[in-house]
């Protein structure tokens, strides 16, 4: 790392999850040690503050998303971010409308920031500046997150790889952003803006639009930190989700969960799922890093992969991550608050791709992505051997069927669909299968 060029934050933060590593149940919250979180805030409680209280509070406050993903998992070798999700509209196409309708409603300065990695950095800026007065005379509009070696799993010495030896090298999870915000030099100058609060979530998730009323709770009851959490389903079953452990709110993420413990799929008893929205205080955040280098600090978890993930047979790997959302249970007086599932609407899989592509959400001038389902969103499943991957998804599937009225949609091997199918209620298809044009089911 000092070799590479990193800073001393960054050489505290991997000195901490390297000390974390080295600790009996490395990486692991059973659910044995944990408790249900009761009743939290609800936005929908949240009273609307008046003109000048969400103009001043926006006012300050940043928006920051975590575009540092490349899509492999879908076959992609761009940003995920620049994947079309309406005809002619990407996801950051459809965050730069967000933010510029919301500054022109409240009148903010609201800026807009990226985190991004090497390989996002230029597409996704060439994109932002297609969009006249987005960005802002004074603040960046990225900065880079971090990285760091890929450890062997057998002896645990950074990874050897000539072959590539940019394979050598990941992230360390987002919850890097604490750090990376600091040594890019971004929070100081943020600060120096007057921006107080950052309002953080996924690139992908497109229910994610600032909120007046969140940020006016933040500075009205002086919240350092809040995460957004939705009411879990079983759809939820591998997000991470809230609980307490001695006390205190605590997130736990599926890497964390022991082998043999089948207590994280229970819905019922984690009722609080993590969005990965949230929100921080930056004066807070310099206060903890000023004590301490490495703060805010989190859980180490364990990733456990091959050092080139194309190929299973190479060198396995450990990544040492940690989860943003993790700050919740290190910074004294956080808070978690439950969000509709309308600002939760992440597209994870050609599963999710489908379901926003199709009529069940409709793009508003505002860059809001408005539901057309009555109740929840339709539940896709589709064949990974012949949809996992884009190129795969769109020749099968070129244009989205409508899905406003459908339940679920179960897709068993090779299916085609045409123009104009209509699926309603709950629908399965099996292959090798053409759904003609117009067919309804």
């Not at 599926?254 to 993590?274: C, I, L, M």
């Not at 050609?350 to 057309?372: C, F």
């Amino acid at each position: 790392m000092r070799s590479a060029g990193a800073h001393a934050m960054e050489l505290a933060a991997l000195r901490r999850r390297l000390e974390q590593l080295s600790e009996d149940g490395a990486g692991e919250l059973p659910g044995s040690e944990l408790e249900p979180l009761e009743e939290i805030s609800r936005l929908v409680d949240l009273p609307e503050p008046d003109a000048e209280v969400s103009r001043h509070v926006l006012d300050r406050t940043a928006v920051l998303k975590l575009n540092g993903g490349l899509g492999t998992s879908m076959g992609l070798t761009g940003p995920k971010s620049l994947l079309e999700i309406k005809p002619g509209k990407t996801f950051l196409d459809v965050i730069a409308m967000q933010v510029l309708s919301v500054r022109e409603t409240y009148k903010a300065r609201l800026p807009l920031i990226l985190m991004n990695s090497a390989g996002t950095r230029e597409p996704s800026l060439d994109l932002l500046k297609t969009y006249p007065g987005l960005a802002d005379d004074v603040i960046p509009a990225d900065f880079l997150q971090g990285r760091e070696p890929k450890i062997a799993a057998d002896g645990f010495q950074p990874v050897d790889w000539p072959a590539n030896p940019e394979l050598e090298w990941c992230p360390p999870g987002h919850g890097d952003i604490y750090i990376a915000l600091a040594v890019s030099g971004m929070r100081d100058l943020l600060l120096a803006e007057g921006i107080r609060w950052c309002f953080v979530s996924n690139a992908d998730n497109l229910g994610a639009v600032p909120d007046a009323r969140i940020a006016a709770w933040l500075a009205d009851r002086d919240i350092p930190f809040a995460m957004e959490t939705v009411l879990g389903t079983p759809a939820d079953r591998k997000g991470g989700h809230l609980a307490r452990r001695d006390g205190r709110i605590v997130l736990r993420e599926s890497a964390q969960v022991p082998e043999g413990d089948n207590s994280f799929g229970d819905v019922a008893k984690w009722r609080y799922f993590n969005t990965n929205n949230i929100w921080f205080d930056l004066q807070r955040l310099k206060e903890l890093q000023d004590a301490d280098p490495a703060a805010p600090a989190l859980p180490l978890i364990v990733n456990r992969k091959t050092v080139d993930p194309t190929d299973p047979g190479s060198t396995p790997v450990i990544q040492l991550e940690t989860a943003m959302g993790a700050a919740v249970a290190s910074v004294e007086g956080a808070q978690a608050i439950e969000i509709p599932r309308t600002r939760f609407a992440p597209v994870k899989t050609t599963d999710d791709l489908l379901v926003v592509r199709s009529d069940a959400y409709v793009l508003d001038p505002s860059g809001e992505m408005i539901p057309e389902f009555t109740t929840t969103p339709p539940v896709v499943s589709l064949s990974k051997d012949h949809f996992k991957l884009l190129r795969d998804f769109d020749a099968r599937i070129p244009h989205a069927p409508s899905l406003k009225e459908c339940t679920s949609l179960d897709v068993e091997g090779d299916v085609t669909f045409g123009k104009d199918v209509v699926l309603r209620g709950d629908v399965k298809i099996v292959g090798p299968k053409t759904v003609p044009d117009g067919e309804i089911l």
